[in-house]
């Protein structure tokens, strides 16, 4: 087994390691104590903070983020094939071919159950089974 090529990463892990130990020792020699009331309160964007930081959202504003992670995960995926395109051949089109084509069912999917809609829609409801049914 030959170890030679090994040697570069020992060391590189080494310094990273020993960079890291010595900002946080020089951090805590050097940094600021002072515990004053101002230092504790949450500060964003120069706005102050009104009300619990406990406040609901509603699940929309979590739904269009996960859809948006979604959406551009595929997008690094398709653009990494397209950089691959002549490697991958027919085989590699058809395979992406399929994916683009879940991708969009699941576009279609989530448009037809509203998953995309912002405003209060009208639903029309029917009785099955005894149990409401949205349409």
Same mark, same amino acid.
């Given at each position: 087994?030959?170890?030679?090529?090994?040697?570069? *990463?020992?060391?590189?892990?080494?310094?990273?390691?020993?960079?890291?130990?010595?900002?946080?020792?020089?951090?805590? $020699?050097? %940094?600021?104590?002072?515990?004053?009331?101002?230092?504790?309160?949450?500060?964003?964007?120069?706005?102050?903070?009104?009300?619990?930081?406990?406040?609901?959202?509603?699940?929309?504003?979590?739904?269009?983020?996960?859809?948006?992670?979604?959406?551009?995960?595929?997008?690094?995926?398709?653009? #990494?094939? #397209?950089?691959?395109?002549?490697?991958? %051949?027919?085989?590699?089109? $058809?395979?992406?071919?399929?994916?683009?084509?879940?991708? *969009?069912?699941?576009?279609?999917?989530?448009?037809?159950?509203?998953? $995309?809609?912002? %405003?209060?829609?009208?639903?029309?409801?029917?009785? #099955?089974?005894?149990?409401?049914?949205?349409?």
């Amino acid at each position: 087994m030959h170890l030679q090529p090994l040697w570069p *990463f020992v060391i590189y892990t080494l310094a990273v390691l020993f960079i890291t130990v010595s900002i946080i020792i020089t951090s805590y $020699f050097l %940094g600021q104590r002072h515990r004053e009331n101002e230092m504790e309160e949450p500060y964003e964007s120069g706005i102050v903070s009104t009300g619990s930081a406990r406040m609901r959202f509603d699940v929309k504003f979590y739904m269009i983020a996960m859809f948006f992670i979604i959406f551009d995960l595929e997008a690094v995926f398709v653009f #990494a094939w #397209a950089v691959a395109l002549i490697e991958t %051949g027919w085989s590699g089109y $058809f395979v992406m071919l399929i994916f683009i084509l879940v991708l *969009f069912t699941m576009m279609v999917y989530l448009w037809r159950i509203g998953a $995309f809609e912002w %405003g209060s829609r009208k639903r029309k409801t029917t009785m #099955a089974r005894g149990h409401r049914v949205y349409l």
